[in-house]
């Protein structure tokens, strides 16, 4: 019996320190960086994003770079800048490293030990699984970067009619017609997470930062759900004379909304456009606006799309391949053509230029931009090109559209690029389920192609939408594998600056991709006091922003190559303010 009172003893004391002393939590974490990839365990640290304190531990996944982002273990999701993470101590091996894990493309956190200090020095940490250090992916052929797993197929009750990003492109919007519902995908998990019905089948959905719309054409209301909750917080009536037929809106914006319609004029339908505000719901329409139209008739298909803050959209209409970007500066449109193209124009992550298919790319005064691709036929043009959603990469789609100028054995493969570049990093994939319905109707597609692959570097996946089956393929696909081998000087940035806010210190930890271990940083131009440190951390003493501000650095490596890297400073409440 004195045998039992001693283990319970032991017990209780156990017990009571566990519950009065803080935890010694033992965290995994790997990390993933451009070269290779590094994994070891660390004690608990306290981080910040933007002015909110948080632990290591509170984090399932972090990528601090292109697009900062904290995924927490509560299923939240945190949008700003990521401090903390600059001087990490990782037990690697039994060895102490000093890591800088800022400069990681993803990081993971798995907490392999919670216990009280007690407990800790009863399980001493050499009995913990052993880290690892992860080599950088080996130098070979193309075939060396094929995925490890089958594709994960998601499956929909109906076909997809249209995927729509939202939350600053955490989540998938799917719009399934014929089902009168829409399906909600949270990209970090990868899973269904919202099924909401639709009061009719033919809904419009546009997705924002934190809210998202449905726009019901035949019942001529909008209705207005938070992000947050996936609740409706507001219905309003569309005062419109025409159904509205497309939408749009920048996924990390606050809008605000582009609407598509047919109006009479001159005897015709033809397109033209209205704003929406994303507070009041009422649209927006004045002389300024009609600036923005195309002849054509109420059939037309016409895409929409909003750049991710909304600070430029464009469009495309089959009436004659026209497209076109529109910069709304104070109510205003400033059209910008572009020239014909067979299907979507599609703006890059960085909002500094847009993509299209079959035409390559152009900056946003309409000027093209060397992708260095080859035309391999009279309706595959070069390709249908899809910026990634980090800057410096795009894929390019090929498909067989039974026009192709060349015989299949000489076609140039489809895959990855750095912008700029002719060279294939990662061949593309067999891609059955993106092959058009007709082969002599570059534009039979039910959804534009790139609303139907997106291109996700930090998460190494590729997903696709086929039309049919009823469903969303995801794949395992490291389109960083190929710098590994890739044997010519490259320089890019991968990050997107972040919003201004309404005061304090603007931070933007400026990130690259190189073939070089130096690469320096230098401010030429900006507001005054904006510094730059040999990190590219650019720092500015906030001050109020009338209109976007621009600034441009130059970064060049240690060999004496040099890149011009130009953006502006815009502001989230600025950007909805002067709509």
């Known amino acids: 019996m004195w045998f039992y009172r001693i283990i319970l003893g032991l017990v209780l004391v156990i017990v009571f320190f566990a519950a009065h002393v803080n935890a010694g939590v033992i965290l995994q974490v790997t990390a993933e960086f451009a070269d290779g990839s590094i994994s070891g365990t660390t004690p608990d640290i306290p981080l910040r994003s933007g002015q909110r304190q948080l632990l290591l531990s509170q984090a399932r996944q972090i990528t601090p770079q292109a697009l900062p982002r904290v995924f927490m273990v509560d299923g939240n999701r945190l949008l700003d800048e990521v401090s903390g993470l600059e001087h990490v101590q990782l037990n690697v091996g039994g060895s102490i490293t000093p890591v800088d894990l800022s400069h990681a493309r993803i990081i993971s956190v798995r907490t392999i030990s919670a216990i009280s200090p007690l407990l800790a020095a009863l399980t001493p940490e050499s009995k913990l699984p052993a880290p690892q250090v992860m080599p950088s992916p080996a130098a070979g052929d193309i075939e060396a970067t094929r995925p490890a797993r089958p594709p994960t197929e998601i499956k929909f009750p109906a076909p997809v009619t249209d995927v729509v990003k939202a939350g600053d492109d955490r989540f998938l919007l799917i719009l399934l017609g014929a089902s009168r519902s829409l399906q909600i995908v949270d990209l970090a998990t990868m899973r269904v997470v919202k099924v909401l019905p639709l009061a009719s089948s033919d809904a419009i959905v546009v997705g924002g930062l934190t809210r998202f719309l449905v726009i019901l054409p035949s019942l001529g209301v909008v209705e207005r759900y938070s992000l947050a909750t996936f609740v409706r917080d507001r219905v309003a009536p569309l005062k419109l004379q025409t159904p509205v037929q497309a939408a749009a809106m920048g996924s990390a914006s606050e809008g605000p909304v582009l609407l598509h319609r047919s109006v009479p004029k001159g005897g015709i339908l033809t397109d033209t456009f209205a704003v929406l505000d994303l507070n009041t719901l009422q649209p927006q329409t004045s002389k300024d606006f009609e600036s923005l139209i195309f002849a054509g008739y109420y059939d037309n298909l016409v895409y929409v799309r909003a750049s991710r803050r909304g600070a430029f959209f464009t469009t495309w209409t089959s009436a004659d ?97 750095i912008v700029g570049r002719p060279e294939v990093l990662v061949a593309q ?21 790139d609303r139907r692959l997106i291109f996700q570097p930090a998460f190494k996946r590729l997903i696709t939408i086929p039309e049919q089956p009823n469903e969303m393929v995801v794949r395992d696909f490291d389109s960083y594998a190929g710098l590994a081998r890739y044997q010519n000087i490259y320089l890019f940035v991968t990050s997107v600056p972040p919003p201004v806010a309404a005061s304090g210190t603007y931070r933007y930890p400026i990130h690259v991709l190189g073939k070089s271990k130096s690469i320096t940083f230098q401010l030429v131009s900006g507001p005054p006091q904006m510094r730059i440190d040999q990190a590219g951390v650019l720092t500015w003493p906030i001050s109020t922003i009338n209109q976007p501000i621009p600034v441009k650095v130059s970064i060049a490596t240690a060999a004496g190559f040099e890149i011009s890297y130009e953006f502006e400073l815009r502001s989230l409440a600025d950007r909805a303010a002067s709509r």
């Open 321 to 417: 391949n026209s497209e076109a970007i529109a910069n709304l500066n104070g109510g205003k449109f400033e059209i910008v053509p572009l020239p014909n193209s067979i299907g979507y124009v599609t703006p890059s992550p960085d909002e500094a230029s847009v993509y299209t298919a079959g035409q390559g790319a152009f900056d946003l005064t309409g000027k093209s931009i060397a992708l260095s691709l080859p035309a391999v036929g009279v309706n595959d043009y070069i390709g249908n090109v899809i910026p990634a959603e980090t800057p410096g990469l795009f894929f390019n789609l090929r498909r067989d559209n039974g026009q192709d100028s060349l015989p299949p054995g000489r076609r140039p493969p489809g895959g990855v690029h």
């Open 429 to 449: 994939p067999a891609l059955p389920e993106m092959e058009p319905r007709d082969r002599l109707v570059p534009y039979s597609d039910q959804m534009a192609l």
